[in-house]
């Protein structure tokens, strides 16, 4: 081992006395207005959005899961009745036909999204029945080529790639715990004994679908009451036309309120989305928005994604040329996958934890998780978020609700956290601190592709005069769509050519500085003061150091990460992606999972790195001069997910 100089471990030491891992209340007090955005029924992977991307856990996921069959759940198993050309179906690009089909699958549908066909893709965690319980349109994808806008929102600041729906189950369950953090499920802190009503699917018909199953309306304390209790400023902006998309007009108290009432003027008032746009180039947005858009706008199925992509400019230029873009964050979400798969099985609570666990009322999967479901789309868009990177905690949509209760307890606001929200969430579900680096604010706006206006019928009143009332707009996007195409669903490629695909080569190539703790999925690189750590060869019998790229390419400084223990923890081995080897004792290199050495890996926050910890109180580090070696100090590691074809 090469020689450290005595000023090298005096700086590691000095680092390991100065580095604080945590987000300071002064750091969130930069932020002054959030704005919640929430879309429609789209997955992460497939049709629509990011399976393709590089450097987020996508098509070329280095961990993915493997089950009893010998089949990854990229291999969807298929029907006779489906097919006689395979047994399984791997992800298909939906418009691989080209010509006409670039405009038809625009408003094409897959399958399904209710309570029975989430479970029933779900399957116990085999995560393997997309294609057979569902349709082998749910996993077909686009590329950037068809979704640009939103592809250019997500890399232009932070895209997150372990954001989950919050129940496996369709948007209205979904929707309320965004806005009131709990399904009210037997077990949680509202429904204790299970005698109160739980919402599990969209029921908005009065009374009980049976008893205690989707009652409406509902009663519990919304998040946004809350915040009137303590005097937080928030609006809902929506039109007449709102999808039917806000929640908190489901509740009683909301019903009831007076026309004078806070929860009447700021939570069922419509004072459409043109309003939110002039309040944010007036800067006179509240401290907290929701933002719920059109039917027509929303990318749920037949309404068209480019049409979404329109309106997401829309949100994302106003919020970026507002005098209050400096002390504003944007994050938008989906509530739910519609019918659309996605590869990674949910991270959900251990069986049986209460509030999380129950017995399906519907009689079909027996003692089931309510959720965390699948993975959605999701990003951060502000001046700590700015500049491509991806965030990999673990997070649903109460991960929304904890980082306001955090920002909102850093402004002095008291007794805003919500008492119904599920504990399991709050203690495993991500807070969104770490996706933002408050110490190296970036103000610049990135270029984002020119969207198409949405296509319009002026024969329709839209004006509040009119009998339709004060609609968001006449748009005929989706109609059109359908009149136009005979069908919006290509031929399935079913065959070996497709059964037997390399999932990765359908990836782009590229990059993405990490933030978050650390999830498996993807390949990384560990960098420090210039150098990778590096498994120089096949013969090599150390891990070292080589310089690294400005592209992080190299093969040989590519690792995989392996978790040990508990999904939520901090604890992992570490193998290089050129032979498999692993880093163990001393970072030696081993063929042997069991001689690897178990890794504690913590981000330092506000862009400081990441610290990997083999053993005790030592951190690995690398030098000035490229030396590995180990340190009372901290590593301080920039970590790099990269995804490359070799």
């Known amino acids: 081992m090469p020689c450290i100089s005595y000023l090298e471990v005096t700086i590691f030491f000095a680092l390991a006395v100065s580095v604080s891992v945590s987000v300071s209340a002064d750091s969130l007090k930069d932020i002054k207005h959030v704005v919640l955005f929430m879309q429609e ?26 089950n009893p069959d010998g089949r990854t759940t990229f291999q969807q198993p298929v029907t006779k009745q489906q097919t006689n050309k395979a047994d399984q179906l791997t992800p298909w690009y939906i418009n691989y036909l080209g010509g006409e089909w670039l405009e038809a699958t625009q408003c094409m549908g897959a399958g399904d999204w209710g309570w029975e066909h989430m479970h029933a893709a779900y399957n116990g965690g085999l995560t393997n029945q997309w294609a057979a319980t569902n349709t082998p349109y749910s996993i077909g994808f686009f590329k950037r080529s068809d979704i640009p806008v939103h592809f250019d929102i997500a890399e232009g600041w932070t895209v997150g790639d372990m954001y989950q729906e919050s129940v496996l189950a369709a948007t209205d369950p979904n929707r309320i715990i965004w806005m009131s953090g709990t399904v009210n499920n037997p077990g949680t802190p509202n429904n204790p004994d299970g005698d109160g009503n739980m919402i599990l699917d969209n029921n908005a018909s009065p009374g009980c679908e049976r008893p205690h199953l989707n009652c409406y309306p509902f009663t519990w304390k919304t998040i946004p009451e809350y915040w009137t209790d303590a005097g937080v400023s928030w609006q809902v902006y929506q039109d007449v036309d709102n999808f039917q998309d806000n929640m908190l007009a489901y509740f009683t108290q909301y ?11 700021h939570g069922k008032s419509y004072l459409g989305l043109q309003q939110f746009y002039d309040d944010a180039a007036n800067g006179t947005l509240p401290e907290i928005s929701y933002i719920v858009g ?19 400019k829309n949100v994302v230029e106003a919020v970026t040329s507002s005098p209050l873009y400096n002390e504003t964050v944007l994050i938008i979400s989906y ?16 069986k049986d934890t209460p509030g999380e666990w129950i017995h399906d009322p519907y009689g079909m999967v027996g003692n089931t998780p309510v959720g965390p479901g699948f ?17 990999t905690e673990h997070a649903d949509h109460n991960s929304q609700n904890l980082f306001v209760e955090e920002w909102l307890t850093a402004h002095g606001y008291q007794n805003i956290r919500s008492k119904e929200m599920p504990p399991w969430r709050r203690e495993h579900m991500s807070n969104l601190l770490k996706a933002f680096d408050f110490e190296h604010p970036d103000h610049s706006i990135p270029p984002i592709t020119a969207s198409i206006p949405p296509l319009t019928d002026p024969s329709i009143p839209i004006s509040p005069d009119s009998p339709l009332g004060s609609l968001a707009g006449n748009y005929i996007g989706a109609a059109s769509c359908q009149a136009q195409h005979r069908t919006s669903q290509p031929p399935v490629p079913y065959g070996p050519s497709n059964a037997h695909a390399d999932t990765s080569l359908i990836v782009e190539e590229g990059f993405k500085r990490v933030r978050g703790a650390l999830t498996e999925g993807r390949y990384l690189t560990f960098e420090r003061n210039g150098y ?6 096949p013969s090599a019998m150390r891990v070292s150091s080589t310089r690294a790229s400005s592209m992080h390419d190299d093969v040989r400084q590519r690792w995989v990460m392996h978790r040990v223990g508990e999904e939520h923890g901090d604890r992992f081995t570490i193998s290089s992606a050129v032979d498999g080897r692993y880093v163990s004792y001393l970072q030696g290199l081993t063929s042997w999972a069991v001689l690897a050495e178990t890794y504690r890996i913590t981000d330092l926050g506000a862009g400081r790195g990441y610290n990997l910890r083999p053993s005790g109180v030592l951190s690995l580090g690398v030098s000035r001069l490229g030396h590995v070696f180990q340190t009372w100090g901290v590593g301080g590691f920039e970590v790099y997910s990269v995804t490359y074809h070799t």
């Open 375 to 391: 993975r959605l789309p999701f990003s951060i868009i502000s001046p700590w978020t700015r500049g491509g990177h991806v965030f």
């Open 532 to 537: 990778a750590l590096t498994n120089a060869d």
């Open 335 to 350: 509530d739910e996958v519609g019918g659309y798969a996605d590869h990674v099985t949910p991270y959900t609570a251990p």
């Open 41 to 66: 029924n789209r997955a992460f992977d497939h049709r629509k959005y990011f399976g393709t991307m590089p450097g987020v856990r996508g098509f070329a996921d280095p961990n993915v899961q493997v």
């Open 294 to 312: 059109p039917a027509e706008l929303s990318e749920h199925y037949p309404y068209l994604p480019s049409d979404g992509a329109w309106l997401q």
């Open 255 to 265: 019903q009831k309120a007076g026309k004078d009432s806070p929860l009447t003027k």
